[in-house]
Structures are given as C-alpha cells and as structure tokens.
C-alpha cells in the first residue's frame, strides 16, 4: 500500500516562512501527479500547488509568488517551500499523490500550519 507523512507544520508569525515535506512509501509505481492541498476549518480542501505528469508545476493564484513546489523523485519526497506566508494561509495542509492505473488518490495525515502574531 502507499502511505503519505506530512511533516513541518507550525507555528509562524506573519511573513516568515516554512517549509513542509511529504514521504511516500510503497509500492508507487509510475507517478501521475503529487502536490499540496490545505483545508481551513469550516470550509472545504483546495488545491495549492503540484504538478501532474508532462506538465510544469500549477499554484493557487492565493499563492503565486510566495509558495514553491519542488520533488526529488528519488527519494519518494515532495516538499512546500512557504514564504511571506499570511494569516490567511493557516490551515491544515495535506500531500496528494496520484498514481498511473491506480483509480485511487492517496493522502497523508495532514499537518498543521498557523500564521499569527
């Protein structure tokens, strides 16, 4: 099976950054897609940033500029580099991994970012 572990979230003032990492482990086969989503209480999960196979790397228009998707397939690794991060980006992130012939999607756990004084 594939399992996915975010780690790196915290706490961090206004305009500081951070930096999230998602391992993958299993049996992944050929990579469709991977990339980062995060969900705010109350509302629902949105997509901010990754890349599907052939393709260069999308964002979320809320982060161009300041977010920076990066992998080292090698390693079964992606990351979220967050700069100037704003109050508005706390939420719980999650990596997204997709697989080719694999119907399924699959999510790690999720882990907590909060932007505050």
């Known amino acids: 099976q594939v399992q996915l572990v975010e780690s790196g979230g915290g706490l961090v003032q206004p305009g500081g950054s951070l930096r999230l990492s998602c391992a993958a482990t299993?049996?992944?086969?050929?990579?469709?897609?991977a990339g980062w989503y995060r969900q705010a209480p109350g509302k629902e999960r949105e997509f901010v940033a990754g890349?599907?196979?052939?393709?260069?790397?999308n964002y979320a228009d809320s982060v161009k500029g300041r977010f920076t998707f990066s992998r080292d397939d090698a390693q079964n690794m992606m990351y979220l580099q967050m700069t100037n991060l704003k109050p508005e980006d706390t939420a719980l992130y999650y990596c997204?991994?997709?697989?080719?012939?694999?119907?399924?999607?699959?999510w790690g756990q999720g882990t907590q970012v909060t932007v505050s004084f």
């Open positions: 997204n991994l997709r697989i080719w012939y694999d119907p399924l999607e699959y």
């Open positions: 299993g049996r992944l086969y050929t990579i469709k897609g």
């Open positions: 890349f599907t196979s052939g393709n260069p790397t």
